[in-house]
Each structure stands twice: as structure tokens, then as C-alpha cells.
């Protein structure tokens, strides 16, 4: 004998919104962190081994200009995936100031829009400045990496630590003098979040390898000279 099961108008009601819901929640276009994967690639020049490992994010160093010695430069290579594992396609990826400090020079990035694999490729190699760049897909955080930079201040006032503003920025002597945020004030054992960002050599303490370096080190004075206009603070979205 057949059974018949009756549903209440409430159940029928959940199901039919279930059924008009699921498709949408299920067609790729909602970027899900946990799913989608971001392959962090350095280009250091020059190499400083400890700039990258035992970090967490990488560490980047970023000059504003171009000019020789270039430092570094980082690209992202993703893969956008949604909730169910399923590639998001035709979604912008660009790159953008998370916290800190921090300025992408005009022209200094690169954008990208995913494929029908979730694939995309975002790099930057000019910035100023110093905290977390990362990598947004349609709005949402994907990976993110440390910055530093002998950029570090508009002049030798406190008011003149390197604000996120547009104008043109260079490497010179207010990057040491200024009192507040030069190089010259940061002096000691590097503390996380006190003065690491000035560590341009990675070795946990910033002393003056960092200003006077070598091509070796990358110390602040083989960028001075160096600047660029700076882009507006980008944001995700």
C-alpha cells in the first residue's frame, strides 16, 4: 500500500526557496577564501634569503621608482574558487593597501580578471611606505604579504610620516631625520609592529646596514634619489 506523506505549507514554501536558492549559491560567483589558493613569488634584488623564510606573510621590499637597483617585486598567482570547490570566473583581482603605511606607486601593479578556471596573475613593484598588501578578488581578501620600503616619510616632520595621499614621494634624507618615522628613530632590536618595517635586511635589528647598506643589502641610500607619483589608497572592493 502507498504511503502518502503530507507537507505542511511551511515545508513547501522552504523547498521551493531552497530550489530557486541553490542554483545561484552553487554557480561560482562568490570567491571563498578557504577553497581558492594564492602562490605568494618574490623577485628580490637583492636576494636576502631571510626576507622570505620563517616570515609570516612574506616580506617585500618596494622601492617608488624603477631606477636600478629596482628591490623587489611580488606576484600572486590565483586560484578563485567558491564554496563548493567550483571556479569563479570574470571577476576583478587587483591589488591593494590592507593596513599601515602604505602607497602603490602609479603604474606600480598590475590587475587581472579571473578566467574560466579561476585563474589570475597580479603583480606589483612599486611602492612606498610600509604594512600588509594584499590581493582582492570581487571584494574579498585573499592572501596579503608585509611590505618595506627606504620610503618611509615626505619630510623631516612627525606631520610628514609617510601618509596614504597622492603626490609624488622620494628616497632621501627625511626618510633618516624624520623623528618620528625615519629610519634614524627606529634604531634597535626589531619588535613586531614597532619598527620590523624598517628591517630592510631582515636580520632583527635595524641599524646601519639599513641606511647605508650595499648592493648586497639593499640599505636605504642605493634608493635615494629614487621616486614616482603616488596612486590614490586602493581598497577592496
Known amino acids: 500500500m502507498a504511503r502518502i506523506v503530507l507537507l505542511a505549507p511551511q515545508v513547501l514554501l522552504l523547498q521551493s526557496a531552497l530550489s530557486m536558492l541553490l542554483p545561484t549559491i552553487a554557480s561560482g560567483d562568490l570567491p571563498y577564501p578557504p577553497m581558492s589558493t594564492c602562490q605568494v613569488s618574490i623577485v628580490q634584488n637583492p636576494v636576502r634569503t631571510q626576507c622570505v623564510e620563517g616570515f609570516a606573510p612574506d616580506v617585500v621590499r618596494l622601492c617608488p621608482s624603477g631606477q636600478s637597483p629596482v628591490f623587489d617585486s611580488v606576484t600572486f598567482d590565483l586560484t578563485i574558487l567558491d564554496a563548493f570547490a567550483a571556479p569563479v570566473s570574470g571577476v576583478a ?11 602603490i606607486a602609479t603604474g606600480g601593479s598590475t590587475s587581472d580578471t579571473t578566467d574560466g578556471k579561476g585563474k589570475a596573475s597580479v603583480s606589483v613593484f612599486r611602492a612606498s611606505g610600509y604594512g600588509r598588501l594584499g590581493v582582492c578578488a570581487d571584494g574579498v581578501l585573499i592572501c596579503e604579504v608585509e611590505v618595506r620600503s627606504p620610503d618611509v616619510s615626505f619630510n623631516a616632520l ?16 627625511t626618510d633618516y631625520s624624520n623623528g618620528s618615522c625615519g629610519f634614524g628613530s627606529k634604531f634597535g632590536a626589531v619588535t613586531t609592529g614597532t619598527n620590523s618595517s624598517w628591517d630592510l635586511d631582515c636580520n632583527s635589528v635595524v641599524n646601519a646596514s639599513d641606511v647605508t647598506g650595499t648592493l648586497a643589502k639593499g640599505g636605504m641610500l642605493q634608493h ?3 621616486g614616482a607619483p603616488l596612486g590614490p589608497r586602493n581598497t577592496c572592493p
Open 93 to 103: 583581482v587587483k591589488a591593494y593597501e590592507v593596513s599601515g603605511l602604505l602607497n
Open 158 to 173: 612627525p606631520v610628514g610620516c609617510f601618509l596614504p595621499t597622492t603626490g609624488t614621494s622620494f628616497v632621501n634624507a
Open 224 to 226: 635615494y634619489g629614487h
